[in-house]
């Protein structure tokens, strides 16, 4: 069975830092990029960041560049988000999901094939 849990949420203050983590099971992990998605009340799910190991890639789109840092650990089948200076703007349910990820373009809720439940993150102002 493949399962993804997201753990690490909760409440932070602006300028604070949270660290998520994406535990995978149940596939090949070396062979899916893992992404991290977003969604806030009443707006589109967003994607945040990425990471291919195996291809060497990271993208971050440009809301969060500077401030957030995806890494992996294959070894664990984890992948991490560090979340610093964090803003009010950032509050969502934070989702990882399994697929493809490359360094241009964006990143695509289509090309990600197994997704987490989300865990959410508040930045209080």
């Known amino acids: 069975e493949v399962q993804l849990v997201e753990s690490g949420g909760g409440l932070v203050q602006a300028g604070g830092s949270l660290r998520l983590s994406c535990a995978a099971s149940?596939?090949?992990?070396?062979?899916?990029?893992i992404g991290w998605f977003r969604q806030a009340p009443g707006k589109e799910r967003e994607g945040v960041t990425c990471i291919s190991e195996s291809d060497g890639i990271t993208y971050y789109a440009d809301s969060v560049k500077g401030r957030f840092t995806i890494s992996s650990d294959n070894a664990r089948n984890t992948v991490y988000l560090q979340m610093t200076s964090l803003k009010p703007e950032d509050t969502a349910v934070y989702s990882c999901a399994a697929g493809y990820c490359s360094d241009y373009g964006g990143i695509y809720p289509y090309e990600y094939d197994y997704w987490g439940q989300g865990t959410q993150v508040t930045v209080s102002s």
């Open positions: 149940g596939f090949t992990f070396d062979d899916y990029g």
